[in-house]
T-cell receptor, first 113, second 114 residues
């Protein structure tokens, strides 16, 4: 049972374009939604996170859009760069759930010149 | 440097030969956890620990054991490895204080069981 569904599995974007990765969840008890970025040979690292009391959070070129009624959230990477090429994981957590993160299946992003 | 250190980074073993993957963190974090990463399945939690001597099962605990005798260490034990445990393993840690509980991951341990 996949509690956090992520799409697409892979994505190729031209340099300067917008990368969009989508996630949907089922558990309405989730109240913290981070995105992790993973480069080859490295562990995932927190990129940006949002709580459901806001609909959007922006940090530099990275934006999370959150739709509580649809139980969906997405990551937008503006002006995508080759250095953004990595695997991206969305995740969700229940407060009081022991810090456990439930991850999506990951999206492999490649930004081409 | 604040970090989570895993060893070994790469290991090839044979079915049934007990092995231990070590994990150590230098951030005085209470919470530690093990995940496995498999293509198409993302990261799935194996075991976690809220503090010393407190451990609990995650989503895929079968075939694994853990212990938390010291706050900084959280080894993953495979008593009798099988080929379906071939995977990329990550240890992670975090504080349990509200607002300070970002999960920090190690660099990963790639295990192959023949």
């Amino acid at each position: 049972q996949q509690q956090v569904k992520q799409s697409p599995q892979s994505l190729i974007v031209q340099k300067g374009g917008i990368s969009i990765i989508n996630c949907a969840y089922e558990n309405t008890a989730f109240d913290y939604f981070p995105w992790y970025q993973q480069f080859p040979g490295k562990g995932p690292a927190l990129l940006i996170a949002i709580r459901p009391d806001v609909s959007e959070k922006k940090e530099g070129r990275f934006t999370i859009s959150f739709n509580k009624s649809a139980k969906q959230f997405s990551l937008h990477i503006m002006d995508s760069q080759p250095g953004d090429s990595a695997t991206y994981f969305c995740a969700a957590r229940v407060t009081g759930g022991g810090n456990k993160l439930t991850f999506g299946t990951g999206t492999q992003l490649k930004v081409e010149l | 440097e604040a970090q989570v250190t895993q060893n070994p980074r790469y290991l090839i073993t044979v079915t049934g030969k007990k092995l231990t993957v070590t994990c150590s963190q230098n951030m005085n974090h209470e919470y530690m956890s093990w995940y496995r990463q498999d293509p198409g399945l993302g990261l799935r939690q194996i075991y976690y620990s809220m503090n010393v001597e407190v451990t609990d099962k995650g989503d895929v605990p079968e075939g694994y054991k853990v212990s938390r005798k010291e706050k900084r260490n959280f080894p993953l034990i495979l008593e009798s490895p099988s080929p379906n445990q071939t995977s990329l393993y990550f240890c992670a840690s975090s504080s349990i204080r509200a607002g300070a509980n970002v999960l920090t991951f190690g660099a990963g341990s790639r295990l192959t069981v023949l």
